[in-house]
Nanobody, 113 residues
Framework: QVQLVESGGGLVQPGGSLRLSCSAS????????MGWYRQAPGKQREFVAS???????GYADSVKGRFTISRDNAKNTVYLQMNSLNPEDTATYYC???????WGQGTQVTVSS
């Protein structure tokens, strides 16, 4: 079983940036596609971005051009660089291992002035 731990969330002003990290335990990280999802209060969890084992990426239309997903297999870590944040990006952000279906506990991102 893979354990995922997110970090890097916080409070940021509109237009600001944050970088989220997701550290994974276990030996399957390098062969697993990984994803970031988010869930705002009262809303369903939604896909944000993904990266496969070869580094191919995909994004939700709402974040395309603002967010960048990347991975460092040597560190068993996947990142989400978030730029030009707006209040609609406020949510709890979760990472997911697609090979195991494991989720992290989430990290809160709040965009507010």
């Amino acid at each position: 079983q893979v354990q995922l731990v997110e970090s890097g969330g916080g409070l940021v002003q509109p237009g600001g940036s944050l970088r989220l990290s997701c550290s994974a335990s276990g030996s399957t990280f390098s062969i697993s596609a990984m994803g970031w999802y988010r869930q705002a209060p009262g809303k369903q969890r939604e896909f944000v971005a993904s990266i496969n084992e070869l580094g191919r990426t995909g994004y939700a239309d709402s974040v395309k051009g603002r967010f960048t997903i990347s991975r460092d297999n040597a560190k068993n870590t996947v990142y989400l660089q978030m730029n030009s944040l707006n209040p609609e990006d406020t949510a709890t952000y979760y990472c997911k291992s697609f090979i195991t279906g494991s989720w992290g506990q989430g990290t809160q991102v709040t965009v507010s002035s």
